[in-house]
């Protein structure tokens, strides 16, 4: 029953993570909301038992592919100026219920009783390892995995071309 719960609450911090990224205006926000999405699927995989694919999840894309999203934000410039004032009232309503939510996640999490690492007949619990992560990231998701490498590089390449290149209207060509 907690799962599911965990799992609820987590599913839609995934979804406003994915909505706030596709609706904000100011590409940090959006780095933001992508940010919390990946951080609510680690969470899931640790649902699933999958602990080396969240550690890898939190590890690799949350930080190294964020950390690489965030330094070409600042290289292309968000030079807009922003209201530092007092934040909207829908903003301060949000991060309080992200807070209870947050709150009663560990509330529920501490009540339970947490086994892991093997089954109840003492034979190692075989998901999330290394060795069932590679058999099948290198096996049967190789194609997957190399096209999602290969999307992140055009991704981030793209965006560095952008950042590099000036528009025609700053050609001077008036």
Same mark, same amino acid.
């Given at each position: ?18 909505? +706030? ?8 926000? *959006? ?21 080396? $694919?969240?550690?890898?999840?939190? =590890? ?7 950390? %690489?999203? /965030?330094? $070409? ?23 309080? $219920? ?6 009663? +996640? %560990?509330? /529920? *999490?501490?009540?339970? $009783? ?8 003492? +034979? ?9 992560? *590679? ?7 190789? =194609? ?7 999307? %992140? +590089? =055009? ?20």
């Amino acid at each position: 029953m907690a799962e599911a719960i965990v799992f609820i609450i987590f599913a839609l911090v995934a979804i406003a993570g994915g909505l +706030t990224m596709l609706t904000a205006r100011n590409p940090v926000y *959006a780095a933001v909301g992508l940010l919390s999405t990946m951080f609510a699927i680690a969470i899931m995989y640790v649902l699933l038992d999958a602990h080396l $694919v969240a550690a890898v999840q939190v =590890i690799i894309y949350a930080g190294a592919v964020m950390t %690489l999203f /965030l330094f $070409v934000i600042m290289l292309i410039g968000v030079d807009r100026a922003q209201a530092y004032g007092d934040r909207p009232l829908i903003q301060k309503a949000m991060t309080g $219920v992200v807070a209870v939510g947050f709150f009663a +996640t %560990l509330v /529920l *999490a501490g009540r339970e $009783v947490w086994v892991t690492g093997s089954d109840a007949f003492g +034979t190692p619990d075989l998901n999330g390892t290394i060795e069932n992560v *590679a058999k099948e990231l290198f096996g049967n998701w190789t =194609i997957v995995f190399l096209a999602s490498v290969m999307l %992140l +590089t =055009i991704a981030a390449v793209g965006t560095i071309a952008l950042a590099h290149f000036p528009s025609g209207e700053e050609d001077g060509a008036s």
